[in-house]
């Protein structure tokens, strides 16, 4: 029902920052609990943060430390994932999806994905 697209990975120097964008459409984001996970070449894929329907709570990955952060514009119908002081283990395809129902910290609760976008930090 919801078309999802990332964009904004690339490459980039171990310290820099990345803005991840996930456009939609056929339906409107405040439909969904959003988040963003990320999966690295022979690991799980895993869980990085999530935000409400209406924006108003946030939730993230232990191993963040801050660095990022989660947030909705209404306005262009995106979900933004900020990725500052990046390390070399962040280099993985990252995933924007949808939540239509129950969440939980994992992929399998999510309903709809985008086809990711690459992040690579060198180091």
């Known amino acids: 029902q919801v078309q999802l697209v990332e964009s904004g990975g690339g490459l980039v120097q171990a310290g820099g920052a990345l803005r991840l964008s996930c456009a939609a459409s056929?339906?409107?984001?405040?439909?969904?609990?959003m988040g963003w996970f990320r999966q690295a070449p022979g690991k799980e894929r895993e869980f990085v943060a999530a935000?409400?329907?209406?924006?108003?709570?946030?939730d993230y990955a232990d191993f963040l430390q801050g660095r990022f952060t989660i947030s909705r514009n209404s306005v262009e119908n995106t979900v933004v994932l900020q990725m500052n002081s990046l390390k070399p283990e962040d280099t993985a395809d990252y995933y924007c999806?949808?939540?239509?129902?129950?969440?939980?910290?994992?992929?399998?609760?999510?309903?709809?994905w985008g086809r990711g976008t690459l992040v690579n930090v060198s180091s």
């Open positions: 999806a949808a939540n239509a129902a129950y969440y939980y910290q994992s992929a399998t609760t999510f309903d709809y």
């Open positions: 935000i409400t329907r209406r924006g108003s709570i946030t």
């Open positions: 056929g339906r409107t984001l405040s439909t969904y609990i």
